[in-house]
């Protein structure tokens, strides 16, 4: 089954200042969302494969679109994250479905390597909620400058049959990090984690 | 006269494949490019606040430049406009109304004429609130299936000294019009109204 896609939005926000002080070059996240209907709305079924499926076709194409929406090289890409909203007829181990067996592979071939889990959030929810997306670095967990997240919000989605799935990536940390932590440069990316 | 200081500079697009009914052969497209800038005028009342248009009008253009290659490229693509602005509580409505000359005529610039006046929205409000910019024909406003808005906010703005400029464009009608009206083919182009 592949997915039933009523809309792609995709938000990019660029930083050039924060509390004053001027960020060259800004620092820049990408997010993009596909609403697409849920296929097992209203009713309970047991075998969610055709979900899992539809979470790998579109961690490849959120993947692109953020690469491509930031102009960058897939191997430029610092930080990712998904995310699913569910409306209100689904339940949340649909957005289980899509996230977690499928989705990080093409995910992973958009952004070149990602040794690190995709840090994940899911909820339910209808149109205009917020769903906050988190960030982490793609290649070790532990770096500390790139903990982060997106806030993405669409004022007609999630209908009640529908699934906002979410995926964002970034070219970059936090504008202004100084707490600490492994820094990207110091980053092995052999585990995920340092 | 004041610099234009920009914190922040987000592009959205959206995509929109269908809304229930039959799937489109091309999707309708909106795009918004939103700018956070300070105000300068922001916890005074300043009596001459005009100049300020003139230092806009290289942001407005840059935005507008941005919103065409987000529609991909090609400014006969574009077929709807708008703009808004949400002002920071430290400042005045007033200050939003600074952005119709150098916001609209930035858009007409790049699309190379457009005769409809821009459709506007305005307000003051704190960070996290949220706008739904208007949007009609770039040739007639009384073509209605162009009538349209697309909702834009960012969690983090306007600081209570800060503005919010948008600037919105779309590619086509509603993806399911059918509301009648004058349509964009039957368009005199004469006076900007049908």
């Not at chain 1, 610092?78 to 649909?94: D, I, P, Q, R, T």
């Not at chain 2, 922040?8 to 795009?31: F, M, N, Q, W």
């Amino acid at each position: 089954m592949s997915a039933d896609i009523r809309k792609i939005a995709v938000w990019v926000e660029e930083t050039h200042q924060e509390i004053g002080k001027v960020i060259s070059p800004a620092t820049r996240k990408a997010v993009a969302v596909a609403v697409i209907a849920n296929p097992f709305a209203g009713r309970y079924v047991e075998d969610l494969t055709p979900l899992m499926d539809i979470g790998a076709e579109l961690g490849g194409l959120l993947g692109d679109k953020c690469v491509a929406a930031l102009g960058i090289s897939s191997d430029q890409a610092e930080s990712y994250g998904k995310a699913v909203m569910v409306g209100e007829n689904g339940e949340l181990e649909h957005a289980a479905a899509i996230l977690h067996p499928k989705l990080g592979a093409p995910l992973r071939k958009a952004v070149e390597k990602g040794a690190a889990l995709v840090p994940s959030s899911k909820k339910m929810g209808g149109p205009g909620q917020v769903l906050d997306v988190p960030l982490g670095h793609k290649e070790a967990a532990y770096v500390r400058s790139h903990f982060d997240g997106i806030e993405v919000r669409l004022n007609d989605s999630p209908r009640a049959n529908e699934l906002m799935v979410a995926v964002a990536v970034t070219d970059s940390g936090r504008p202004l990090p100084r707490v600490g932590g492994l820094t990207h440069g110091a980053a092995e990316g052999i585990d995920g984690l340092r | 006269m004041p610099e234009v200081k920009i914190r922040k500079i987000v592009s959205c697009t959206e995509e929109i494949y269908h809304e229930g009914g039959p799937k489109a052969d091309t999707p309708l497209r909106r795009a918004a490019v939103v700018a956070v800038i300070e105000n300068p005028f922001s916890g005074t009342f300043a009596e001459d606040i005009q100049p300020f248009m003139e230092d806009l009008k290289p942001l407005g253009l840059e935005m507008a430049t941005r919103l065409i290659g987000l529609l991909g490229g090609d400014p006969a693509l574009v077929e709807g406009y708008g703009k808004g602005a949400i002002i920071g509580a430290a400042g005045e409505l007033e200050h939003g109304a600074l952005w119709h000359a150098p916001g609209g005529y930035a858009m007409r610039d790049v699309l190379g004429g457009a005769k409809a006046i821009v459709p506007s929205s305005k307000k003051v409000g704190g960070v996290g609130a949220r706008l739904d910019v208007p949007v009609t024909h770039i040739e007639a406003s009384y073509v209605r299936s162009h009538f349209d808005s697309m909702e834009i906010g960012l969690n983090d703005a306007p600081r209570a000294n800060e503005m919010v400029l948008t600037l919105v464009m779309t590619t086509g009608a509603r993806v399911h019009n059918r509301a009648g009206g004058l349509q964009a083919g039957k368009i005199e182009g004469k006076d900007g109204l049908r």
